[in-house]
């Protein structure tokens, strides 16, 4: 049972459900902001309309006795996010998709991942929650520990066999290329989410 666990095609096949389940996620939301009946105020004339009234809805929750937008967080969105409300739309409109599509695909898995966690991140700080509670702990699994998490996609299939520097390590063979990589990333990333907590502490 415990080489089953241990086996490769398990394992990818595990992250493949995790992919697929943070995809379901993302495509869809990205998709109805740049194709659907409202996406003039995120890619259309109206561009940043409907950043600014998520962000003017964050500020909202940052009173009373126990608020859920920290007031560093407050003064990002005042001073950072506001006033280029029309760029962050953009932005999130088109990283939905293109993280969507690259879960889907498996390609450059963990840095779409990664850029995934960053959004949901910042849904979390402007005090939204809906599905963060599952979609948070995949992002970091994939993200922390998903060194397969591209062997069932172009990463690899296509990626690895042609480029060695993408090729995911075999059982007990040392990381090298993209998994080393990742292997020197991870601890700054650590490092950043224990700051980002620290000062999601102090700034109550």
């Not at 998520?54 to 990002?76: C, D, N, R, T």
């Amino acid at each position: 049972m415990r080489t089953f666990y241990r086996s490769i095609p398990f394992t990818a096949a595990v992250w493949l459900i995790a992919r697929l389940l943070l995809a379901y996620e993302f495509l869809p939301a990205g998709l109805e902001k740049v194709l659907g009946e409202g996406s003039a105020a995120w890619v259309g004339p109206q561009a940043g309309a409907a950043v600014a009234g998520f962000l003017q809805g964050a500020l909202a929750k940052m009173g009373g006795e126990h608020p859920s937008v920290y007031s560093w967080y407050g003064w990002l969105i005042q001073h950072a996010f506001l006033p280029n409300a029309a760029l962050f739309s953009y932005l999130v409109a088109f990283g939905e998709v293109l993280v969507g599509l690259a879960l889907v695909l498996g390609v450059c898995t963990r840095f779409a991942t990664s850029m995934a966690l960053l959004m949901s991140m910042a849904y979390f700080y402007a005090g939204t929650v809906s599905s963060l509670p599952y979609v948070l702990p995949l992002e970091m699994a994939i993200v922390f520990a998903g060194a397969y998490a591209g062997h069932y996609g172009l990463d690899g299939m296509l990626l690895a066999r042609h480029l060695p520097w993408f090729r995911t390590p075999g059982e007990g063979e040392p990381p090298s290329g993209a998994a080393a990589l990742w292997e020197r990333i991870i601890p700054a990333l650590v490092l950043a989410w224990i700051l980002l907590l620290l000062v999601a502490i102090l700034g109550r």
